[in-house]
C-alpha cells in the first residue's frame, strides 16, 4: 500500500494511480479508444499530453509509467536543462529504454529539443509531455511528428463532483476522516468557480475542511460562504502569452464576423478582464473592419481606426467604451469579405502564374528613351472620356478576363456591384 504524507495537497494525494481511477476525457480513454488500448497493453509510444491545468496530465503520465514496467524519469522543462536530458539518456542506454515525462514541454529551448530528438528517435527515450501551451506553436516539428498528441479538454461539472465525493470518502488518500457535511450551493461553487480544473477545486476542498471548525456534532459545515472565501473568484481561463490569448481573440472576431454583438462583447469582456493590450485588440478590430466589414459598409474601417486612436490617448478604463462601441458597430454592419478575397486571390495569380508584361501602353512613359521603346503609346486617359471611362485594356495579356472582386449585394456595395457590373458589359459589348 502506497503512503501519503500529509504534507502533500489533497489534489496529489488523489492522484488516480490506474485508469480504472481516472475521471474524465472519456473522448480518448473510453475502453475502445487508441490511447486506452496503448497504455492498457504498455505499449505507449512517445505522446504529447496538450491541454489545461488541473486535467489529469500528468496524472495519466504516472499510469502509463506504472503500467508500461519501465524506468520513469520526470523532469520539468522549466529548470531541467540538456545535461538532464543527456543524463536521461545514459540510464537508458545502460538499463534499457525509459520513460521520459517533461512537464511544461512547451518551456524547452529549441536547442534543449534538438537535443532530446535523436534519442526519442534510437527509441532509448519514450516521451510523455505535457503541456498547457498549444504544441503546434511551442514544439518543433520534428519532435511533434514523432509523439501522438492528444488533446485534454476542461473537466465537466459530474467530473468534479465525483472527484470531489471521492476525496470526501477516502480515508487513507483524502478527507474521510473528517466528517464533512458538504452543502449542496457549496458544492456548485467548488464546481463552476474551478473551471473545470480537479485542481483548484481540491485545493478549495482542502483548504475549507482544515480552516472550518465542526459544530457542536463535530461535524464541519462546509457552507456556501466557506466556498466563496476558498475559491474567490472563478479563475479566469486567459493566458496572454498563451494560445488560449489567441482562441479568444479569434471568437471576438468570428463573433463580430457573425453579426452576434453579445457574444463579441463578452469575449472582449474577457480580454478586458485578463489585462489584455488594448492596442492588440483594437489592431484587431480594425482587421475585422476591412477583412469582414469591408465594401459592405466603407465607414467601418474609419470607425476602427478612430477606435485604435482613441484607445491609445485615453487608455484603461475608459478605453472598454470606445473598444464597446466599436465591436457593438462592427458586429451590427453589413458583411462583405470580397476585399480580402480579391487581395488573396490576386496575390495568389502573381506568386503561382506567369501573369505576363505590363501593357506596354500603360507603361511609364517619362523618362528619357521611353517614347522609343513605345511605352505609353496609344494610352487613352480616362478623364479625356464622358463619364471618367474608356475602353482600354489594363490586365496583361495573359489575365484578360480575370476577375478578381466580386462584389455582393449586403450594404453600400449593392452600388459598387451595380457599377462594376455596367463597366464589365460595357467592355465585353465595345
Same mark, same amino acid.
Given at each position: 500500500?502506497?503512503?501519503?504524507?500529509?504534507?502533500?495537497?489533497?489534489?496529489?494525494?488523489?492522484?488516480?494511480?490506474?485508469?480504472?481511477?481516472?475521471?474524465?476525457?472519456?473522448?480518448?480513454?473510453?475502453?475502445?479508444?487508441?490511447?486506452?488500448?496503448?497504455?492498457?497493453?504498455?505499449?505507449?509510444?512517445?505522446?504529447?499530453?496538450?491541454?489545461?491545468?488541473? /486535467?489529469?496530465? /500528468?496524472?495519466?503520465?504516472?499510469?502509463?509509467?506504472?503500467?508500461?514496467?519501465?524506468?520513469?524519469?520526470?523532469?520539468?522543462?522549466?529548470?531541467?536543462?540538456?545535461?538532464?536530458?543527456?543524463?536521461?539518456?545514459?540510464?537508458?542506454?545502460?538499463?534499457?529504454?525509459?520513460?521520459?515525462?517533461?512537464?511544461?514541454?512547451?518551456?524547452?529551448?529549441?536547442?534543449?529539443?534538438?537535443?532530446?530528438?535523436?534519442?526519442?528517435?534510437?527509441?532509448?527515450?519514450?516521451?510523455?509531455?505535457?503541456?498547457?501551451?498549444?504544441?503546434?506553436?511551442?514544439?518543433?516539428?520534428?519532435?511533434?511528428?514523432?509523439? /501522438?498528441?492528444?488533446?485534454?479538454?476542461?473537466?465537466?461539472?459530474? $467530473?468534479?463532483?465525483?472527484?470531489?465525493?471521492?476525496?470526501?470518502?477516502?480515508?487513507?488518500?483524502?478527507?474521510?476522516?473528517?466528517?464533512?457535511?458538504?452543502? $449542496?450551493?457549496?458544492?456548485?461553487?467548488?464546481?463552476?468557480?474551478?473551471?473545470?480544473?480537479?485542481? /483548484?477545486?481540491?485545493?478549495?476542498?482542502?483548504?475549507?475542511?482544515?480552516?472550518?471548525?465542526?459544530?457542536?456534532?463535530?461535524?464541519?459545515?462546509?457552507?456556501?460562504?466557506?466556498?466563496?472565501?476558498?475559491?474567490?473568484?472563478?479563475?479566469?481561463?486567459?493566458?496572454?502569452?498563451? =494560445?488560449?490569448?489567441?482562441?479568444?481573440?479569434?471568437?471576438?472576431?468570428?463573433?463580430?464576423?457573425?453579426?452576434?454583438?453579445?457574444?463579441?462583447?463578452?469575449?472582449?469582456?474577457?480580454?478586458?478582464?485578463?489585462?489584455?493590450?488594448?492596442?492588440?485588440?483594437?489592431?484587431?478590430?480594425?482587421?475585422?473592419?476591412?477583412?469582414?466589414?469591408?465594401?459592405?459598409?466603407?465607414?467601418?474601417?474609419?470607425?476602427?481606426?478612430?477606435?485604435?486612436?482613441?484607445?491609445?490617448?485615453?487608455?484603461?478604463?475608459?478605453?472598454?467604451?470606445?473598444?464597446?462601441?466599436?465591436?457593438?458597430?462592427?458586429?451590427?454592419?453589413?458583411?462583405?469579405?470580397?476585399?480580402?478575397?480579391?487581395?488573396?486571390?490576386?496575390?495568389?495569380?502573381?506568386?503561382?502564374?506567369?501573369?505576363?508584361?505590363?501593357?506596354?501602353?500603360?507603361?511609364?512613359?517619362?523618362?528619357?528613351?521611353?517614347?522609343?521603346?513605345?511605352?505609353?503609346?496609344?494610352?487613352?486617359?480616362?478623364? =479625356?472620356?464622358?463619364?471618367?471611362?474608356?475602353?482600354?485594356?489594363?490586365?496583361?495579356?495573359?489575365?484578360?478576363?480575370?476577375?478578381?472582386?466580386?462584389?455582393?449585394?449586403?450594404?453600400?456595395?449593392?452600388?459598387?456591384?451595380?457599377?462594376?457590373?455596367?463597366?464589365?458589359?460595357?467592355?465585353?459589348?465595345?
Amino acid at each position: 500500500m502506497l503512503f501519503y504524507p500529509d504534507h502533500l495537497p489533497l489534489a496529489a494525494r488523489m492522484r488516480p494511480r490506474c485508469l480504472e481511477e481516472f475521471v474524465g476525457q472519456e473522448h480518448i480513454l473510453e475502453e475502445n479508444k487508441l490511447l486506452y488500448r496503448a497504455i492498457k497493453a504498455g505499449r505507449l509510444g512517445s505522446a504529447i499530453f496538450y491541454g489545461p491545468p488541473g /486535467t489529469g496530465k /500528468t496524472a495519466l503520465a504516472e499510469i502509463v509509467a506504472h503500467s508500461s514496467q519501465r524506468s520513469f524519469e520526470r523532469l520539468n522543462a522549466v529548470t531541467c536543462g540538456v545535461k538532464d536530458i543527456r543524463q536521461a539518456a545514459d540510464k537508458a542506454q545502460r538499463t534499457g529504454p525509459v520513460i521520459l515525462f517533461l512537464d511544461e514541454i512547451h518551456h524547452l529551448n529549441k536547442s534543449q529539443q534538438d537535443a532530446l530528438l535523436p534519442f526519442v528517435e534510437q527509441g532509448l527515450i519514450t516521451l510523455i509531455g505535457s503541456t498547457t501551451e498549444n504544441p503546434f506553436f511551442e514544439v518543433n516539428n520534428a519532435l511533434r511528428s514523432r509523439s /501522438t498528441l492528444f488533446q485534454f479538454y476542461p473537466l465537466t461539472p459530474d $467530473d468534479i463532483k465525483k472527484i470531489l465525493h471521492n476525496a470526501l470518502r477516502d480515508e487513507s488518500r483524502g478527507l474521510g476522516k473528517y466528517k464533512v457535511n458538504l452543502h $449542496d450551493d457549496a458544492l456548485e461553487h467548488l464546481v463552476q468557480a474551478s473551471g473545470g480544473d480537479a485542481r /483548484t477545486a481540491l485545493n478549495a476542498l482542502e483548504l475549507g475542511v482544515l480552516t472550518t471548525e465542526p459544530d457542536a456534532q463535530g461535524i464541519i459545515q462546509f457552507e456556501l460562504k466557506v466556498a466563496e472565501e476558498c475559491l474567490q473568484q472563478q479563475m479566469l481561463k486567459y493566458d496572454k502569452s498563451g =494560445d488560449n490569448h489567441y482562441d479568444v481573440a479569434s471568437a471576438l472576431i468570428k463573433s463580430i464576423r457573425g453579426s452576434d454583438p453579445d457574444a463579441a462583447l463578452h469575449y472582449l469582456a474577457r480580454m478586458l478582464a485578463a489585462g489584455e493590450d488594448v492596442k492588440f485588440i483594437a489592431r484587431r478590430l480594425v482587421i475585422s473592419a476591412s477583412e469582414d466589414v469591408g465594401l459592405a459598409q466603407p465607414q467601418a474601417l474609419p470607425v476602427a481606426m478612430a477606435g485604435a486612436q482613441a484607445v491609445q490617448f485615453i487608455g484603461m478604463p475608459e478605453a472598454r467604451i470606445i473598444l464597446s462601441e466599436v465591436v457593438i458597430y462592427l458586429a451590427l454592419c453589413p458583411k462583405s469579405n470580397s476585399a480580402y478575397r480579391a487581395i488573396d486571390e490576386a496575390l495568389a495569380d502573381v506568386r503561382k502564374k506567369d501573369c505576363g508584361n505590363v501593357p506596354v501602353h500603360l507603361r511609364d512613359a517619362h523618362y528619357k528613351g521611353a517614347k522609343e521603346l513605345g511605352h505609353g503609346l496609344g494610352y487613352k486617359y480616362a478623364h =479625356d472620356y464622358p463619364g471618367a471611362w474608356v475602353l482600354q485594356q489594363y490586365l496583361p495579356d495573359k489575365l484578360v478576363g480575370t476577375e478578381y472582386y466580386r462584389p455582393n449585394d449586403r450594404g453600400v456595395e449593392r452600388k459598387m456591384k451595380e457599377k462594376i457590373i455596367q463597366l464589365r458589359k460595357l467592355s465585353k459589348e465595345t
